[in-house]
Each structure stands twice: as C-alpha cells, then as structure tokens.
C-alpha cells in the first residue's frame, strides 16, 4: 500500500472494511469497521470477535491530515483473551476528547490509533 496525503475535502458517505486480525499470541479474529461521515461528523462501529465499539465525533483538519475527535464512546463486552494492543485501542477509540488522524492509502482511510481501515 502507498501512502497518500489526505485531500482537503472533508469525506462524506459510507466507509467499511471488514476482515481478520491476529492477536500477539497468533490466533486470528474476525473484525469488520464501518463508518459514516455526515456534515463534518462522523458515526462508527466495530465489531472484534464479541467486541462492539460505538463512537462518534467531528471530523477536524489537521495539517494535510483529518482527524476523529471522539465526543461519545462505548465498549460493549471485552472478548476474554485479546491482546493488549488490541484493548488499548479498543479503549482509546472510545475516550472522550480522543484524536484519530485519518491517512490515506489508496481510497481507503488508516486510523493508525485505532487499527482500522475503512474503504468507500
């Protein structure tokens, strides 16, 4: 994948991905993310194993980046046996006052915090 500047205009519509993730100790996951952006907003969801995480916020400038600011966040059940990594994550996204930068790799967007990848 090539790494891309973000353009100037805000992203608007739908974007998901959905695929495997493996945890430290090899194991693998399903793991799907959808997002929507909506005037300057932002709405997401993703599923991790038996892990939901819901947050929402504004969609801020930053240099030639965007970024999620997170206003509302919420975790519904930690799966028993994710890694660290995939916790903290996890946990961050969810966190009041939190910043995602967005990158872009191709037509998709990289939230490195989070782990996620969301294609139009």
Known sequence: MGYQPTPTTLPDGRYRSSGQ??????????????????????????????????????????????????????????????DNELIFSLLYSRREGAHIRLYQIGECLYARASLQVFCP
């Open 21 to 82: 993730v493996q945890l430290s100790d090899g194991r693998l996951i399903n793991a799907v993310h959808s997002i929507r952006f909506e005037d300057g907003r932002f709405y997401a969801l993703s599923r991790q194993a038996d892990t939901l995480l819901e947050n929402a916020g504004l969609v801020e400038r930053d240099g030639a980046h965007h970024r999620l600011a997170v206003s509302h966040g919420e975790v519904t059940q930690l799966a028993s046996g994710m």
